[in-house]
């Protein structure tokens, strides 16, 4: 964080000066209660309800804080402890956020999407890294309580800012925006998912839809041009850059010539009529969309196509993103424990449509969670899509993944199919089956510890 003296603070929040000095400068900044407080020279926005802790504040100063709370009550504080009283400690957070993100005239990139936001996030992430310091938010935590922290990870030095936006419920994209102030916002795809806090799927593309006004005016907006969903979200009222990217010749940052290669993906780029041949490690189409708009962000932040191109080549496949090893027997694993939604299960089986044609196939489906009351409907999609298609033996862990294996088997599959209520007993049935010529995809909830511990198993080949 950039430090801000606590008498400059003073006169932006309008506080009223309860204890302590105004001559220092804090460098850090949390939301008491909501983040822990682990160094000195951290400012501290309390709220009139919260309990202060003045030994363990104190003890970690200077510190400071800002808080509504009686003046009875704030002077309470320690030596080593400056206190601000400011009329409403809400209006002064939201002071606080508009005077420390008007401090930086920098690309600030905010990505939503069902899937593929955290690989794109660290496709740029990896590419302008090479060129610029820069502020990203951190794997796929990408809650709405982290979005201060983040913020003012932003420094002087910083000349590039990647966030990943959240979504649980409605307005969590919006409150996000409106702290980042994004000048740059990508959607990668929407698909389904949190239905349980957007009510169905036309509340879940309107809470995605949020990231088109919280864009800076004149800002860019990238969307997959090949997604039926992002389609149908109104533009009109956007006055900045729209580009679009796939496969599709509606496509600004169009992909040509698709073809799985060694360890990753290979294809021609299409801008404005001239080509690029782009790798991209990672295998699927999705990997392709997500290169697209890393490539297209790129741009608009100032870096060339071919600089992107080049960094795209070194980037280093997530773990649990579709990640294959050598397992059991000679079998190839391939671990997709990371995420577990309808969009991302298409995507992972139609990779396993690709490098498993000669193999014998398994696959392996956990529950998939926050569906709310499409939860049936959702399971049972995904039963028919592995129904039309050439497995050997499909097993489900967990009580939502049994329709899974019911549909299925009620459309006609051809695959040996097992349901469990947990992993116990799955590595003992499948042992015997495990060899050079198998292929097994594991897919699975981020929550589930269990699935993640039972994939490592798999990929343990002693």
């Known amino acids: 964080m950039q430090s801000i003296s606590v008498q400059k603070l003073k006169q932006i929040l309008q506080g009223k000066l309860i204890h302590g000095s105004e001559q220092w400068s804090v460098q850090h900044a949390i939301y008491y209660n909501r983040h822990e407080l682990t160094q000195s020279h951290t400012l501290m926005f309390v709220s009139r309800n919260d309990n202060i802790n003045w030994q363990e504040i104190d003890r970690k100063g200077p510190s400071l804080i800002i808080s509504d709370k009686p003046s009875t009550d704030l002077k309470n504080a320690l030596a080593n402890t400056t206190v601000l009283q400011v009329k409403s400690v809400a209006q002064a957070y939201w002071a606080f956020i508009e005077y420390y993100r ?166 021609v780029l299409e801008v404005s009529d001239t080509k690029y041949n782009v790798f991209v490690p990672g295998y699927g189409e999705h990997q392709v969309y997500n290169a697209l708009a890393a490539i297209a962000a790129c741009q608009e932040m100032g870096l060339t196509i071919r600089q992107a191109i ?20 000679g079998s190839t694993i391939i671990d997709d424990t990371w995420t577990n939604n309808p969009t991302s299960v298409e995507a992972a089986l139609k990779v396993l449509d690709t490098v498993g044609k000669e193999k014998k196939v398994i696959l392996i489906l956990g529950d998939i969670k926050r569906l709310g009351n499409f939860e049936e409907k959702y399971h049972r999609e995904i039963g028919s899509m592995v129904a039309s298609r050439e497995i050997d033996t499909l097993i489900t862990i967990g009580k939502r993944a049994e329709k899974i294996a019911d549909q299925a088997q009620k459309d006609g599959t051809q695959a040996e199919v097992h349901s469990f209520k947990e992993v116990t007993g799955v590595l003992e049935l499948l042992k015997p089956k495990l060899d050079a010529d198998t292929i097994v995809l594991i897919k699975g909830p981020m929550s589930s510890r269990s699935m993640i511990d039972f994939a490592n198993k798999l990929k343990n080949s002693l």
């Open 102 to 267: 008007g401090l930086f005239q920098i690309p600030v990139i905010a990505l939503t999407g069902t899937c593929g936001k955290t690989t794109t996030k660290e496709m740029l992430k990896h590419i302008t890294s090479k060129h610029w310091p820069v502020q990203a938010s951190v794997s796929s935590k990408n809650e709405p309580r982290q979005s201060l922290p983040y913020l003012t990870g932003i420094e002087q030095q910083t000349q590039a800012a990647i966030f990943e936006l959240g979504l649980g419920n409605t307005g969590n994209i919006k409150h996000q925006c409106m702290i980042y102030q994004p000048t740059i916002g990508i959607i990668t795809n929407i698909g389904v998912h949190h239905l349980d806090g957007c009510l169905n799927l036309e509340g879940y593309i309107k809470a995605k839809a949020e990231i088109v006004e919280g864009i800076k005016e004149d800002g860019t907006l990238i969307i997959n041009a090949d997604d039926d969903n992002i389609q149908k979200i109104s533009l009109k009222k956007f006055k900045g850059k729209i580009i679009r990217f796939g496969l599709q010749d509606t496509a600004d940052y169009r992909a040509l010539n698709v073809q799985f290669a060694n360890t990753g993906m290979k294809f």
């Open 310 to 329: 080049a960094g795209l080549r070194t980037f280093k496949q997530m773990a649990r993103h579709l990640e294959f090893t050598t397992g059991i027997g």
